[in-house]
């Protein structure tokens, strides 16, 4: 278990996603970004006082995740999509559920009402993030058949989403 969850900052942002670029569906980038565009993506959401957070274990940062639009048009300013990204040696070990649960509880207290999971390689590929999403509260809604090539094959994208706060049982104040 990490010994600290605490917001990111720039020099948090190591290989952990070169990672998984590099070896899994997780992402459906293809070529690692540059340290530089992985600063400027975490500071276009920090600009959006939205949520970076990273976990800490004897020193050293073992993951992270973050909480962005999940699209652009005005009526899903009350969505957000999660990314969770653990570095390859540290899976299993409960690191993705201590982000995820601050994540999702910085996020509410924000007044954002839904939280939208998009799981790359679905099931068969990413079982870990699936359990995960589930055990924090989360529900399929969809999957998305082959909309990825990588790896010399067709991927599935999976939909999860979880109500945040009062979820739609009340309206949004703009």
């Not at 992402?27 to 959006?48: G, H, I, N, T, V």
Request: proline share 7%.
């Amino acid at each position: 278990m990490p010994t600290a969850i605490r917001p990111s900052t720039e020099a948090d942002l190591a290989a952990i996603y070169a990672h998984h670029v590099r070896t899994g569906t997780a992402s459906f980038e293809l070529e690692p970004p540059s340290l530089a565009e992985m600063a400027r993506r975490r500071q276009s959401l920090l600009d959006k006082d939205l949520p970076w957070l990273v976990a800490e274990e004897d020193g050293e940062v073992v993951g992270y995740a973050y909480a962005g639009p999940y699209r652009t048009r005005p009526a899903y300013d009350w969505t957000l999509e999660d990314s969770i990204y653990v570095r390859h040696d540290r899976t299993g070990r409960g690191v993705g559920r201590a982000l995820l649960i601050p994540l999702l509880d910085r996020a509410a207290e924000l007044g954002y009402r839904q939280m939208v999971a998009v799981i790359g390689g679905g099931e068969s590929d990413n079982s870990g993030s699936v359990a995960l999403h589930r055990a924090c509260g989360f529900r399929p809604v969809g999957l998305l058949q082959a909309v990825g090539w990588k790896f010399g094959r067709w991927v599935d994208s999976m939909l999860m989403q979880r109500p945040l706060g009062p979820g739609t049982t009340e309206p949004v104040n703009r």
